[in-house]
């Protein structure tokens, strides 16, 4: 960088926006976006484990005058452009009435790692294995050679004589495939720890989730399974509870969960967030082929199909909490 070149424009790093082909009017959008990433009455939508936030492009346009934009679809252009250039993620929505159909689309982003190296903040952020370190010295997470109070609980309750899923040499206690790649394991963390969020279940730590992993077998149906089954039985929803009865398997000696009654609406809403927008889109599709024009009928049949898909999916044993 030259002596006599700004560092920075609207925070961006000039030499970042150079070499991503960005212009000055990205750069206050960039801004913008991270601005609105770090509020907290913000519009958040969770898909696949992953946590997205609504961007309302009017209130950018009204917000940053100077950039001379007052059309949406040039917004959405860039916002392409930084999804190609793995910046952010984007998520676009479209909502399901009772009827099953849609009304408008919403722009959701998420941030990738590669967007804080735009910000001159982004080097003094510490490395995970820094930040690990830190939280041990402050004394929030167990150094490695303690036992959580959960482990201590756990080994406590069995009397020494006896023989338990845990102390059992031959047990059929599931433990996580060594095989497993790291990407399984993250997506499975990350979809664990919005499950948690979702059911309340608060307070929950690093050994939580290594035993929550451990005893659910790296399959999170099971923790959706053992969670309905701790709120059906009125027992404390607190991460120490949930790894007792996924250790001990009570979930599995309960017969059948009650499933309490579900609307139709709740029911479309469910299932086509279970489905995913492209998969409802094709269904939508199939049924505009088969009836040859654009009616109501074709939405009201697709929210049959998904109360279906909904009624099989539990059936089979899946879980709505």
């Known amino acids: ?20 082909g960005l212009d000055i009017k990205d750069a206050f959008i960039l801004d913008y ?13 969770v898909v696949d484990g992953r946590t997205y936030i609504w961007l309302d492009y009017n209130k ?9 934009i007052n059309n949406k679809e040039v917004i959405g252009r860039r916002f392409k452009k930084y999804g190609d250039l793995k910046l952010v993620s984007r998520h676009l929505h479209k909502p399901f009435s009772s009827t099953g159909r849609t009304s408008g689309t919403y722009t959701f982003f998420s941030l990738e790692a590669k967007f804080n190296s735009l910000f001159e903040i982004n080097t003094i952020e510490d490395s995970p294995e820094e930040k690990e370190a830190k939280l041990r010295e402050m004394g929030l997470l167990p150094h490695p050679t303690e036992k959580s109070d959960e482990e201590s609980t756990e080994k406590s309750s069995v009397h020494p004589t006896e023989k338990s899923d845990v102390n059992t040499p031959n047990n059929n206690t599931p433990n996580i495939d060594s095989s497993s790649t790291d990407s399984t ?16 279940v608060r307070n929950f730590n690093t050994n939580t989730l290594k035993n929550i992993t451990r005893f659910s077998g790296n399959d999170i149906k099971v923790v959706e399974r053992a969670i309905a089954f701790m709120k059906l039985k009125n ?27 579900v ?45 279906r898909k909904f009624n099989q999916y ?8």
Request: proline content about 1%; overall charge neutral; charged content about 30%.
């Open 263 to 307: 609307k139709r609406d709740e029911k479309i809403e469910f299932m086509a967030g279970k489905l995913g927008e492209h998969e409802v889109r094709r269904l939508r599709g199939l049924i505009l082929q088969e009836i040859g024009f654009e009616c109501s009928g074709v939405d009201d049949q697709l929210g049959n199909i998904l109360c």
């Open 60 to 68: 950018m346009i009204n917000y940053l005058p100077i950039l001379s």
């Open 185 to 200: 394991k993250e997506e499975f963390i990350s979809n664990l720890m919005t499950l948690l969020s979702k059911s309340a």
């Open 235 to 261: 027992k404390s929803i607190t991460p120490g509870v949930l790894v007792a009865i996924l250790r001990d398997k009570d979930f599995r000696d309960a017969g059948s969960i009650a499933s309490k009654e």
């Open 1 to 20: 960088m030259s002596v006599n070149q700004k560092y920075t424009i609207g925070s961006v790093q000039q030499d970042k926006l150079i070499e991503f």
């Open 33 to 45: 976006i991270r601005e609105v990433s770090r509020l907290k009455n913000v519009v958040r939508k």
């Open 314 to 321: 539990i059936d089979e044993g899946g879980i709505y909490v």
